[in-house]
Every structure is written in structure tokens, then in C-alpha cells.
């Protein structure tokens, strides 16, 4: 379906008929996923004419394997969940909404070190280690190699123009070569790590493919662990990695345990988890951002015009494209939200991206406004697993867009907007690629 923005306006959303709305919804066959009709940066039409179909925040949902959970749709309903102890993320309580190509039955614990499918008290004690470590000093070390990495794409993209796949040259390399910086992946290492990160991303892969570079990638974080051990430098990993003093401190031939009481192998699975946590977001974020900015003209002549847009056009993005959706949950016990039981048991799928365009959080919800105040927003989650690394993401959105238009005033979308292919089989939604071109001066 062909488009046509407007200056100032979001694409509209598509519209549900009064005729069309009954007073009680169906129980859905599952979540709907699909985009292919209406606009590219809206939620599923499908999803957005069932949450139009009563005022309900929480209703049922059937999942892909039978079960019949929840639907959390509602800004303050999801909140209330996402916070409230007493709703699991343990995968192995889980049940998927949506059929996921390769997804087993049944859900296995987190593996080591994924701290996403913890509940307190285990949670807790990984999340105290991690969060210490996201200092202020850190993240304005790391906001000026940010600008510099930018920089060094932007010139590289420049070098290579006048056209260019904004999802290689631009989107992904910045976020990786910031988690390189944030991790400590000595640069004659970033050759390896990138090429192990391209096949885990790579939606043409088949998936013993990424199993294996997944694999990989743990084993090289498995290595760097015992390097930073016997010489630190001023990096997470090394924070994390520093050795307890006593035998073995320092060498790596007789590792001994680490100060921050984690194994080699919490270690390994912290940084793989930080790097999907901390990449493949933000990589999608900056790609889909820049689409829904070159759709919007007026919203882009408005950052361009105004550097103290950079910030509320980053937050006001998160919450418009809510990349990262559905958060899961399990109720441990029966528990009443918005007036709906849910029943122990019952596994709760929030809708981030129904809940950020909830009209009774956000006026106008579906028009993209980079003057908006849209902090609140559930793009980073809520509550104990709410991302440790947010401060981070905001800051590459924010210096990273405003630069790419800043060098390119002139940039375009090399192919009409609806051919721009979507990612819509991955929980991370975005672009799968975004052909630009510009003026050569």
C-alpha cells in the first residue's frame, strides 16, 4: 500500500469504523504481528482495530500452543504489571503469543548470565553488580567516542556515496562499535567480533548459523574475560572481571575468582546479553528512526533547526516506534489489574507498542512529535528489569541522528517508502535495509 506523508503529520493509523465495534472482543487466535497494510511505523492493524474494540486495557489472549493468557494493551495496566512482583519473567513459566520459526514447545531457563529471565532474589543480585557499573563518568566517557564513531561512519559513508544502505554504513556499525568500546574489544579484535555479530543479526541466516556464531561470540567474551583479568583496562567487562585478591589474582594461567563474585561463565553470558540487550535495539532504533524522519519532513526540519530537539526527538521515537515488543510475564499467583483476574498461571503478554500509543498517556498518539513530552514511556520496560542500559541508547539516538542529517542535509529515500523492506520476523522490529542517496557536492 503506497503512501504519501505529510510535512508535519504522522502517516495516519489506520481507522476503525464505529459500525465495526462490538461491545465484547473475540478471543484473538494470537498477537497480531503483521504490517504489511497501513503504516509502516504504527502497530498491526489487527492490533490496533482489537484494542479499539472496547475499553478493556487487559482481555484474553490465546497463544500459539494453545494456552489462553492476556493481553495487556493499556499504558497504567502494563506499568502495573511490569512493576508487581508477583508476575514472573522466568522463560520456563512463559508461553509465546505468536509462532516463532525454530521456537521450541516448551521454553528453557535463561541460560547463564541473561539476567532478562531472572526473578529476584537471583535477579537482584546480578542487577546490583550491573548497574554500578553504568556510571555518569562512564557515559560521558562514552558519549564523546560515540560522536567519534559516528563520525568515523558518516565519512566512511561519504567517502563510499552519493547512495548507501543506511542500515550497514550507518545504523548498525555505531551501536557496535560502541558496545565494542564499552565491553574493552581491543581493536584488533573488532574484525572478529563484527563478523560473529553479523551472522547473529542476519535475517537470511539459517539458524544453526547463528546458534554457531552465538556460540562464538561467548567463547571470544569467555577469552577476553581472562585477559582482562591479568591486564585490566577502563571497561565493564574489566570492572566485572577484576580478580579477588589472593592466588591467582592477576595471572591468567590460574584463574582465580572474580571481586564481583561471578563465575568465567556469569561473565561470558553477561557480555552476550549485553550485546543483544545493547546492539540490535539500538541498531534498529537509529535505522527505523531515520526512515520514520525522512517520512516526516517537517518533524526533520524541526530537529535540524533546533540541537536542543536532539533528546525529546530520541525519547519522542522510542515510544512512536516501540521496536522491542511483547514483554512477557507469568502470574505467580491470582492478581487483579484494571478490574481482569488474571489467574496463576496465566502468562500476560504487554503491548509495548499499544501501551506507548495509549491516547490516555499520550494525546494524538499516532502522530510522531519530536516536541512531545514522551517520557514515560514503556520503550525500555518498567519496573526490576526495566534496561539498565537506556542512558546509553538515548545517547547514541540522540547524537548519532542529529550528525547523519547534519552531513547529508540533502538525503533521501533511494526507493518509494513502501519498498523499504520491514523486519517483521524478529522480536526487534525495524528495517532490513534503507536505501538512501544524496546530492554530491
Known amino acids: 500500500m503506497?503512501?504519501?506523508?505529510?510535512?508535519?503529520?504522522?502517516?495516519?493509523?489506520?481507522?476503525?469504523?464505529?459500525?465495526?465495534?462490538?461491545?465484547?472482543a473475540p478471543v484473538p487466535p494470537a498477537l497480531p504481528t503483521d504490517r504489511h497494510t497501513g503504516c509502516p511505523f504504527d502497530p498491526p492493524a489487527a492490533l490496533t482495530a482489537l484494542t479499539a474494540l472496547s475499553d478493556r486495557p487487559v482481555r484474553p489472549l490465546r497463544y500459539a500452543d494453545g494456552h489462553v493468557g492476556r493481553l495487556v494493551t493499556g499504558h497504567a495496566a502494563a506499568r502495573a504489571v511490569l512493576a508487581d512482583p508477583r508476575?514472573?519473567?522466568?522463560?520456563?513459566?512463559?508461553?509465546?503469543?505468536?509462532?516463532?520459526?525454530?521456537?521450541?514447545?516448551?521454553?528453557?531457563?535463561?541460560?547463564?548470565?541473561d539476567i532478562t529471565g531472572l526473578d529476584a532474589p537471583e535477579h537482584t543480585r546480578y542487577r546490583r553488580l550491573l548497574a554500578g557499573r553504568f556510571t555518569v563518568r562512564r557515559m560521558r566517557q562514552l558519549t564523546s567516542r560515540i560522536e567519534e564513531f559516528t563520525a568515523d561512519c558518516l565519512d566512511a559513508m561519504e567517502q563510499a556515496g552519493p547512495t548507501a544502505d543506511l542500515v550497514e554504513a550507518f545504523a548498525r556499525p555505531v551501536p557496535t562499535l560502541v558496545i565494542c568500546e564499552l565491553l574493552g574489544v581491543p581493536y584488533a579484535d573488532r574484525g572478529r567480533f563484527l563478523g560473529l555479530v553479523e551472522v547473529i543479526f542476519d535475517q537470511a541466516a539459517d539458524a544453526g548459523a547463528r546458534d554457531e556464531a552465538y556460540a562464538g561470540l561467548l567463547r571470544y567474551v569467555g577469552e577476553l574475560v581472562l585477559a582482562k583479568r591479568a591486564e585490566p583496562t577502563d571497561d565493564l567487562l574489566s570492572d566485572l572481571a577484576a580478580p579477588a585478591p589472593g592466588p591467582g589474582s592477576g595471572d591468567p594461567a590460574v584463574p582465580g575468582p572474580a571481586a564481583s563474585g561471578l563465575s568465567d561463565e556469569e561473565l561470558a553470558g553477561i557480555g552476550g546479553l549485553l550485546l543483544a540487550a545493547g546492539l540490535d535495539t539500538t541498531a534498529n532504533m537509529l535505522g527505523l528512526g531515520a526512515f520514520a524522519l525522512l517520512t516526516h519532513p517537517g518533524q526533520l526540519e524541526a530537529l535540524r533547526a533546533d540541537p536542543d530537539l536532539a533528546g525529546p526527538a530520541a525519547e519522542e521515537l522510542l515510544r512512536y516506534l516501540s521496536v522491542a515488543d511483547p514483554l512477557l510475564r507469568s502470574a505467580l499467583e491470582d492478581v487483579e489489574v484494571a478490574g481482569e483476574l488474571i489467574r496463576a498461571g496465566e502468562t500476560v503478554t504487554v503491548s509495548v507498542q499499544a501501551a506507548n500509543r495509549d491516547p490516555g498517556r499520550f494525546p494524538e498518539p499516532d502522530r510522531l512529535d519530536i516536541r512531545r513530552r514522551a517520557t514515560g514511556h514503556l520503550s525500555f520496560g518498567h519496573g526490576?528489569?526495566?534496561?539498565?542500559?537506556?542512558?546509553?541508547?538515548?545517547?547514541?539516538?540522540?547524537?548519532?541522528?542529529?550528525?547523519?542529517?547534519a552531513r547529508f542535509p540533502a538525503?533521501?529515500?533511494?526507493?518509494?517508502?513502501?519498498?523499504?523492506?520491514?523486519?517483521?520476523?524478529?522480536?526487534?522490529?525495524?528495517?532490513?535495509?534503507?536505501?538512501?542517496?544524496?546530492?554530491?557536492?
Request: aromatic content about 6%; charged content about 20%.
Open 2 to 24: 503506497a503512501y504519501e506523508p505529510t510535512a508535519d503529520s504522522a502517516i495516519p493509523g489506520p481507522a476503525v469504523p464505529d459500525s465495526a465495534v462490538p461491545e465484547e
Open 384 to 405: 526490576p528489569h526495566q534496561c539498565l542500559g537506556q542512558q546509553l541508547a538515548r545517547v547514541e539516538m540522540a547524537v548519532a541522528l542529529p550528525a547523519l542529517f
Open 87 to 113: 508476575f514472573s519473567s522466568r522463560y520456563e513459566l512463559l508461553h509465546l503469543p505468536m509462532a516463532m520459526e525454530g521456537a521450541p514447545g516448551e521454553l528453557p531457563p535463561a541460560p547463564i548470565g
Open 411 to 441: 538525503l533521501r529515500l533511494a526507493v518509494p517508502p513502501e519498498e523499504v523492506p520491514l523486519r517483521e520476523r524478529s522480536s526487534i522490529y525495524g528495517v532490513v535495509s534503507l536505501p538512501v542517496a544524496w546530492e554530491e557536492e
